[in-house]
Nanobody, 125 residues
Framework: HVQLVESGGGSVQAGGSLKLSCVISGYTYKTYCIEWFRQAPGKEREAVAGIASAAGTSYAASVKGRFAISKDVADTVLNLTLRIDSLKPEDTAMYYC??????????????????WGQGTQVTVS
């Protein structure tokens, strides 16, 4: 049973930093793509940063240089982290982590992600 649980969101002032965490349990295979998405009110969900086991890391152009994704693996638990620096009001959104197991370690399109967390809210003022 695969589970994704996010944490680390909050309310911060512009220019500040946050570290979001996603604990992925129950997935024991070595190929995966894990990504952070965000959705602001009234906007479509967008991918912001991802790691694919066979393809490295990827960032949306709008967050390059401010967002940093990383992961570590301990037994059957994947810990995914998103460090966000120089926060802007336009970063305000619900942030979700997601796991795709369908591309043998390559990046997935949004509709291919088969496991999602419940989200963590980031509010920048």
């Amino acid at each position: 049973h695969v589970q994704l649980v996010e944490s680390g969101g909050g309310s911060v002032q512009a220019g500040g930093s946050l570290k979001l965490s996603c604990v992925i349990s129950g997935y024991t295979y070595k190929t995966y793509c894990i990504e952070w998405f965000r959705q602001a009110p009234g906007k479509e969900r967008e991918a912001v940063a991802g790691i694919a086991s066979a393809a490295g890391t990827s960032y949306a152009a709008s967050v390059k240089g401010r967002f940093a994704i990383s992961k570590d693996v301990a037994d059957t638990v994947l810990n995914l982290t998103l460090r966000i620096d120089s926060l802007k009001p336009e970063d305000t959104a619900m942030y979700y982590c997601a796991l795709c197991t369908r591309r043998n370690g390559g990046f997935c399109s949004q509709n291919e992600y088969n496991y999602w967390g419940q989200g963590t809210q980031v509010t920048v003022s």
